[in-house]
């Protein structure tokens, strides 16, 4: 499967920005989807996921209450919504895939087979 990920941009603090991660094939509804993110000078990091039915979010504790993950399964697509941006949510941001994997791994990057290029978020105080 292929990822393009798109919506990044310059947002103040406070504000908003909604990410999306379109997916190429047929298969889309079977694969648990996550967001990473990776800051200057950091490692990258486990943002937010979903799992393949849609019914089960993870996230990671600095998101909670102000991200949310979301999928259109009929438009092969995942959502990424934003609010309450903090400078320190200024990272590029990459969308994966991952089909058959236990559920006890959903936050961890080598479980995932499939990326996309990163969209990078800035945000300005």
């Known amino acids: 499967v292929q990822l393009q990920a798109s919506g990044g941009g310059l947002v103040q603090v406070g504000g908003s920005l909604r990410l999306s991660c379109a997916a190429s094939?047929?298969?889309?509804?079977?694969?648990?989807m996550a967001w990473f993110r990776q800051a200057p000078g950091k490692e990258r990091e486990f943002v937010v996921a979903?799992?393949?039915?849609?019914?089960?979010?993870y996230h990671q504790d600095s998101v909670k209450g102000r991200f949310t993950i979301s999928r259109d399964n009929a438009k092969n697509t995942v959502y990424l919504q934003m609010n309450s941006l903090k400078p320190e949510d200024t990272a590029a941001y990459y969308c994966?895939?991952?089909?058959?994997?236990?559920?006890?791994?959903?936050?961890?990057?080598?479980?995932?087979?499939?990326w996309g290029q990163g969209t990078l978020v800035t945000v300005s105080s």
């Open positions: 094939g047929r298969t889309f509804s079977r694969y648990d």
């Open positions: 994966a895939a991952r089909i058959g994997k236990i559920l006890s791994t959903v936050r961890y990057e080598y479980s995932y087979d499939y």
């Open positions: 979903i799992r393949s039915s849609g019914g089960t979010t």
